[in-house]
Every structure is written in structure tokens, then in C-alpha cells.
């Protein structure tokens, strides 16, 4: 489905929807007084104003690259509105969910084999750090200390997952790419050939792409943490919502897109 850049666009723009939903349902609760417990509901956010945010925000996402000077004013009025309206969470999802998301929109639909790529490192830096973290603690080894910011957001994570999710992600980029270029066939650019030719700016994008992976997941946990919420939503059974699929690839994406223009 991704190979077709239509199928691309529209795939990439449902799970910007359906991720800055699920955002605007994450608003910290701290900024909210209640005199009551039944009054939780009528201080959240009236489903009318979620919608329009959302509609928005899609707009927002799909000024890509030609179209900078719409984007720019658009994104200055949303901003100005949300400003006025004191809704500051709103004004994180739209640089957190909505800019990382314009770039999936842009990059997807004119480059397969970049897209591939970048989600492949992010998924298998998650899968790496998963396996390494619950093999160390299987095994009973003494855990390295995690910094106490960290355990704070994300009591569970571990340096050894960390270092694990690094790993995967780095040996992905190193021998998966390769691979897939070569024989599954894969439309590359030139672009894309110039930033992955050699073995050394593989890993290097390995490093890079993990990094920003696990740091966009301790984001996105960071938010819940405030929001006192588990998961973004309840979209995906067994996986939570499509926000916590995403979370990892959204900050790395922006890094591999300032990489792209780059080369």
C-alpha cells in the first residue's frame, strides 16, 4: 500500500487524525480545578472543538513542500487562536503530532524506500530494546542506574534497553538496507542512494534514528505521565492507539528529513 504514493498520502494523513485525536484526549489534568468530581467532564474540551482542531491541524499537515507560505499562515492563525483560547497542550500536539506528521505526508508519497527505511530502524530499535530489557531482567542481571528524570516519566525503561534498542536499531540500518535495496528492488533517489551508500553513514543513521526513537517515545510517556493514562487510546487492541505506534518514528522522521534535504 505504501508504494503507492495516493495510498501513502491518505495512510499517512487517517493516522494524523486519529493520533492528534487521541492527543487532545491526553490533556494534563493539572490544568484543570474541579470543585467536584463530576465536574471533570464539562471542563475538557467539548468534542465540537476537538474536531475542529483536528480538521485543522490535517489542513496544517498537508501544506507540504510548495506550499510554505500557506502553511506558514495557517499555522500562525492556529497558533494565534490556541494562544487566545489558553489551550497550550493543543499548542504542543501541533509540534509534537502535526509538524513530524506534514513531513510522513510529504516524504511517503515521493520516496518508498526512505519510508521503509526509517520505519524499519524505528521498529526494530522498539523490538530491540523490548527483547534486551526483559532478557536482562529474565536472567536476574543487576540493572545499570536510569537517571531519575526518566524513571520518573518511564518507570519501566532500563539503560539496558536503551543500549539494546540502539543496537537494533543501528543493525538494521546497517544490514537490513542493504538488503532491501538489492533484492526486494526497492525505487530509490538519488538522494536517498547518496545518504545510505556506505556502511559508515548507515550506522551513523542507525545511531541517530535510534536516538531520536526512543527520545520521541519518552515524550509521548511524559505526556501520559501527566495525564495520568496508559495508553493514547484503544484504537489498536493489545497495542493501545495509534499514537503509541507512532510515537518513536515522529522526531526521527524530522531528523531524516533534515538529512534528505541535505545531501
Given at each position: ?9 491518505v495512510?499517512?494523513?487517517?493516522a ?15 490544568t ?115 537517571p ?102 515522529l ?13
Amino acid at each position: 500500500m505504501l508504494s503507492r504514493p495516493m495510498m501513502a498520502k491518505v495512510f499517512f494523513m487517517g493516522a494524523h487524525a486519529l493520533s492528534l485525536w487521541e492527543f487532545t484526549l491526553l490533556e494534563p489534568h493539572h490544568t484543570f480545578t474541579f470543585s467536584k468530581p463530576s465536574d471533570v467532564e464539562d471542563r475538557r474540551p467539548s468534542r465540537a472543538a476537538r474536531i475542529f482542531y483536528c480538521a485543522g491541524s490535517v489542513l496544517l499537515a498537508t501544506f507540504t513542500v510548495g506550499n510554505d507560505r500557506l502553511f506558514h499562515l495557517w499555522l500562525c492563525c492556529m497558533v494565534g487562536v490556541l494562544v487566545w483560547l489558553n489551550r497550550r497542550h493543543w499548542i504542543l500536539g501541533l509540534v509534537v503530532v502535526t509538524l513530524p506528521f506534514r513531513v510522513w505526508i510529504g516524504l511517503a508519497p515521493r520516496d518508498f524506500a526512505s519510508t521503509i527505511c526509517v520505519l524499519l530502524v524505528v521498529w526494530n530499535c522498539d523490538t530491540g530494546a523490548l527483547l534486551v530489557g526483559r532478557i536482562s531482567s529474565k536472567l536476574g542481571i543487576q540493572r545499570l542506574p536510569v537517571p531519575a528524570w526518566i524513571h520518573k516519566i518511564s518507570p519501566a525503561k532500563s539503560i539496558e534497553g536503551f543500549l539494546g534498542g540502539i543496537l537494533g536499531g543501528t543493525w538494521t540500518a546497517v544490514s537490513w538496507v542493504p538488503l532491501l535495496t538489492r533484492w526486494a528492488s526497492l525505487e530509490r533517489s538519488s538522494d536517498f542512494d547518496n545518504l545510505w551508500e556506505t556502511s559508515s553513514n548507515r550506522a551513523l543513521l542507525g545511531v541517530g534514528l535510534s536516538i531520536l526513537s526512543i527520545v520521541g517515545d519518552l515524550v509521548e510517556s511524559a505526556i501520559k505521565r501527566q495525564s495520568q493514562t496508559k495508553d493514547s487510546g484503544s484504537f489498536l487492541p493489545g497495542h493501545g492507539g495509534v499514537l503509541d505506534r507512532f510515537d518513536s518514528s515522529l522526531l526521527a522522521v524530522l531528523f531524516y528529513e533534515l538529512l534528505l534535504e541535505g545531501v
